[in-house]
């Protein structure tokens, strides 16, 4: 009796729980960092879910169940699109891949031996160093006779790239908050001028910080994502061309800043993935996992149509895994 008496008191408070989250998540967002920080680990409050449903209907505990269709619906609203079937086959596409190589991996073979296998029209690299580049462009250049590079400067570890089949009619380097920067290069894709650019975006704060100190610093690296998303928002729309976002964005889909993005470009992974699509890979012992959450992201104007996005299983040597979309334009 005890037992059930002490669930049934966990799944009221999992309901209560739940319903502040979403009452502080709208009310705040990432304004206030410690809501932030609940945000971002958004996907794994989720997990007593399912454990708590079975728990109610095997004891009949109806009122339980019902408070619990509040977990549900916004599970559903913020995965529950991840989960249908994909109808968009057939199509004439185009094929777009988004990578972060990882500055720590120094296996250029298995990393040119992914991109070979993915077989896309335009690569975005992220966290790739002047030598790694260097190697890639001379491995690849049989399949990808254009680049657009942008090697790491002296205080920034990481560079980004872009490698493709079609012509790159002109490059340019952006600068973002927290001593990053971008590379977009606008590409003529049969007829049609397409803006791609690639992002690694800015890396969340250490929590190996002074316990003190965390406000101020989670408070000043959610004001720089914001920032950040509204100056890649401003180089990719200058022109008016069809536009294409390949990144490590260093981002989850309950933050604020993922909202920020979807008001001006879609997601690609949202529109024609399945399952939960994470990308980074955690070591659990002398295995690896992709339990890291979704990190990396090809977003598009609306001026593409979505036909189906995949996380690729080859890792290539680095802890994020591959994106791959097919996007056709309208």
Excluded at 200 to 217: C, Q, R, T, W
Aim: charged share 15%; with cysteine; aromatic share 12%.
């Amino acid at each position: 009796m005890r037992t059930k008496r002490f669930l049934l008191g966990l799944g009221w408070g999992y309901v209560l729980f739940a319903g502040a989250w979403l009452g502080l998540r709208l009310l705040f967002f990432d304004r206030l960092w410690w809501v932030a920080l609940i945000n971002y680990i958004g996907i794994y409050w989720f997990i007593p879910l399912p454990i708590l449903i079975a728990f109610a209907l095997g004891l009949r505990y109806w009122r339980l169940l019902l408070g619990l269709v509040i977990p549900v619906l916004a599970f559903l609203g913020l995965y529950g699109a991840f989960f249908l079937p994909s109808l968009r086959q057939g199509e004439e596409t185009l094929t777009i891949m988004s990578f972060n190589v990882w500055d720590s991996n120094s296996d250029k073979q298995a990393i040119a031996r992914s991109i070979r296998i993915a077989d896309s029209d335009i690569v975005g690299l992220q966290e790739i160093d002047s030598e790694t580049i260097a190697a890639l462009v001379q491995e690849l250049l049989a399949e990808y006779s254009y680049q657009a590079l942008m090697s790491p400067n002296p205080s920034q570890l990481d560079g980004v790239a872009i490698l493709s089949r079609f012509p790159i009619e002109e490059t340019v380097t952006f600068a973002l908050p927290g001593d990053r920067s971008g590379v977009r290069a606008a590409i003529r894709v049969n007829e049609t001028r397409v803006q791609v650019a690639s992002v690694d975006g800015i890396h969340n704060p250490s929590l190996s910080a002074p316990l003190g100190e965390m406000g101020a610093i989670a408070t000043q690296h959610y004001a720089q994502k914001s920032d950040e998303v509204e100056l890649i928002q401003q180089e990719l729309q200058q022109t008016g061309d069809p536009f294409l976002l390949l990144c490590d964005c260093n981002l989850v889909d309950t933050s604020q800043a993922y909202q920020q993005f979807s008001r001006f470009a879609q997601d690609s992974f949202r529109e024609a993935g399945w399952g939960f699509g994470h990308t980074k890979l955690v070591q659990i012992g002398i295995f690896s996992a992709a339990v890291g959450q979704r990190l990396d992201f090809i977003w598009h104007s609306d001026q593409w149509r979505t036909i189906a996005t995949t996380v690729q299983p080859d890792s290539g040597g680095s802890d994020h895994l591959l994106v791959v979309a097919k996007l056709r334009l309208r």
